[in-house]
């Protein structure tokens, strides 16, 4: 029971973490309408998120192989909660900017560390259930914070102190059941897979290439499709029901699969999810309607879902347990590369159109999907 209320409270603290990190953009557009804030504000607070997270994905797993997971997630998750404070102190740019930058920062250090903190208490089981609940919080918070920026009284205020209180539920409960189990040695399984069926190469190898299609696919649905949204349609609330419809789903397809008991074929059919969505966006041009925006959410959140599933399933599986830290931040990091598919859409329009950029991206698509087949025709080395 000791181990399992570890491992629950390792997850609660990730998808609190993935709440605070994602929960703010359903709120940008009340910046612009009610505090006057510039679209280079906005703009500028994407920036520093990522200039926080980059650096603290690949640093926080990495320095926890050395020194332990809870050293990292927990001051991480703590430096979370620092700048969701900051952002319900002040809705002015700097303070905006600012906060989001140390959100960045904390993020990052708990999203790769954590995973691979869940990965050591569970196997198998947590490293497939740190992408479910990550995934959760990155949809549930928009949603709600999206719900409570319409409605709430403080619409600028009310989200932020739901998140710090989350977060530091999530903190005390990792503190009280996750660090004494994680103290003791493992002794519920057999040890780690050795010689040539595990390496950091040989991971990489299968984790990066779909990795590449996680956010890649799910930012297209919540930044491109909805400036493209024909009729008079948008606000706090449609980021939220657009992260529900794609990161939701996602995360739902996530469970769904573990369930069952899905194979490492399932890259393969997440890969042929993003080839779909990017075709039928493709074919829709410039003039996205509502029933397309629905569709396209769900296909490109199955790819996002079953995409992140498999690569961490093969990091678990393929990486010495020594690495596994620094190989997930790794993976995380080129996850998260695919957030500047938006941006460079936007770039290339003007001299390609609409249509033929996101065909290239298609082409991506298949030939990631192609890649793992022809791998997966002569057997998973570990699965």
Do not use: K
């Not at 612009?32 to 200039?51: N, P």
């Not at 999810?273 to 041009?285: D, E, H, I, R, V």
């Not at 959140?301 to 931040?329: H, N, W």
């Not at 500047?340 to 290339?348: N, Q």
Request: hydrophobic share 55%; with cysteine; net charge positive.
């Amino acid at each position: 029971m000791s181990r399992r209320a570890a491992t629950a409270s390792v997850l609660a603290l990730l998808m609190a973490t993935g709440w605070a990190a994602n929960h703010v953009s359903a709120l940008f557009p009340l910046y612009v309408e009610t505090r006057g804030l510039s679209t280079m504000a906005i703009d500028s607070a994407f920036g520093v998120y990522a200039l926080g997270l980059l650096p603290g994905l690949l640093a926080g797993g990495s320095v926890s192989d050395r020194i332990g997971r809870p050293r990292i997630v927990l001051p991480g998750a703590c430096l979370a909660v620092l700048g969701t404070v900051v952002l319900a102190l002040d809705a002015g740019a700097l303070s905006l900017v600012a906060g989001r930058f140390v959100v960045g920062l904390g993020a990052g250090l708990t999203f790769a560390a954590g995973t691979a903190w869940a990965t050591d208490l569970a196997a198998r089981t947590g490293a497939v259930l740190a992408g479910v609940f990550l995934s959760a919080g990155f949809a549930v918070g928009p949603l709600v914070s999206g719900a409570l920026g319409r409605w709430a009284p403080g619409p600028l205020l009310v989200p932020f102190v739901l998140s710090v209180v989350l977060s530091v539920a999530a903190i005390l409960a990792a503190t009280r059941w996750a660090i004494p189990s994680s103290e003791r040695p493992d002794r519920t399984g057999a040890p780690p897979l050795t010689g040539p069926h595990q390496s950091v190469g040989l991971a990489a190898s299968w984790a990066l290439p779909v990795g590449a299609l996680v956010f890649a696919s799910v930012s297209v649905p919540l930044i491109t499709v909805p400036t493209r949204l024909e009729g008079d349609v948008g606000g706090p609330l449609l980021v939220g029901v657009g992260s529900i419809l794609s990161l939701g789903f996602g995360s739902a397809i996530q469970q769904v699969a573990r369930v069952r008991g899905w194979g490492p074929r399932t890259g393969v059919v997440g890969a042929a999810a993003s080839l779909l969505g990017f075709l039928l966006l493709a074919a829709a041009g410039e003039g996205v309607g509502l029933p397309i925006f629905v569709l396209t959410c769900l296909l490109l959140g199955t790819a996002y879902g079953l995409c992140l599933r498999e690569g961490l399933l093969d990091v678990q599986a393929l990486c010495p347990p020594g690495r596994r830290g620094a190989l997930t931040g790794v993976f995380y990091v080129t996850t998260y590369l695919g957030f500047a598919l938006p941006l460079l859409l936007t770039v290339l329009e003007p001299a390609l159109g609409v249509r033929v950029p996101l065909l290239v991206v298609a082409a991506a698509a298949a030939t990631v999907g192609l890649s793992r087949a022809s791998r997966l025709s002569r057997g998973h080395p570990a699965r």
